[in-house]
């Protein structure tokens, strides 16, 4: 690779301050979001970014480059949903807060989508909205490439059922 | 090679990701540009796509704003923010590492998250 993203990286793992701004910058609302998906509470959603950016920072100088920047900070917040959701097990299944969805029209998205599994919920997520590939999928949820594209398959489906039950 | 139908309904949602091959891309194309059922298929998925980032776009971003400050002990960090002694105390809270790993020095740049609003 050797991007810019990489270059971002040693230069936090070099204690440049600017360079962790930049990376929150770049990666905290998107984060966030994930989190918020996951965790349906803003407060936990902060606590999981917090915590993703400080390992993130601890950990840049053992990043070796075998995954790009936002698969390795996913997989990092994912671990921390993860540590949330231990603290706090109802919380995956409850309702996404109405303060939190948006207008009508996302409300009613939600709604629909919360009809699917957390699991299916999350890798389609990553898959259309934040644009992974299969292989980066498999390296921030920890699966094979085959699993990812079986079960994006078939998650696909559902929520494409669901959604049509509804227009 | 033109996929089969059932390969072609795998490829959907990486070739609607943009993370597909050229090869498998085109694969695909061929495929739907003669098969009306997966190019249905294709055409749900891209409408999903818009839907659900539709949505995710539609909720709030992060309360959580760094604060950066290089080489100092956590009372400067405090200064920096301009906060009374309860602040140090909540950035340090906030800041805290494992207690496993030796504790910080002073030669290392201190990184808090910080809320901001409400
Ligand atoms: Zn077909």
Known sequence: MGTGEERLLKRIAAGESPAMRDLHETYADRLFRYALLRTRDRQLAEDVVQETMLAAWRSASAYRGASSVSTWLFGICRHKVADALRRCPQAETRPLPEAVAGDASAIEFWETFDHLQPDDRELLLLVFHYGFSQREIGQIMDVPVGTVKSRTFYARRRLQALLQGRS | ?118
């Open chain 2, 1 to 118: 090679m033109e996929p089969s139908c059932e390969e072609a309904l795998e490829l959907v949602p990486w070739v609607v990701n943009a993370t597909a091959s050229a090869e498998e891309q085109c694969g695909l194309y061929r495929h739907i540009a003669g098969c009306r059922a997966c190019r249905t298929e294709f055409v749900q998925s891209v409408v999903l796509q818009r839907r659900l980032t539709r949505a995710v776009q539609a909720l709030p971003t992060g309360g959580v704003r760094p604060v950066t400050e290089l080489a100092g002990p956590l009372t400067s960090l405090v200064e920096a923010l301009g906060g009374p002694a309860i602040v140090a105390q909540a950035v340090r809270q906030a800041i805290e590492l494992p207690r496993t790993r030796p504790a910080l020095t002073v030669n290392i740049p201190l990184v808090a998250t910080v809320r901001v609003g409400t």
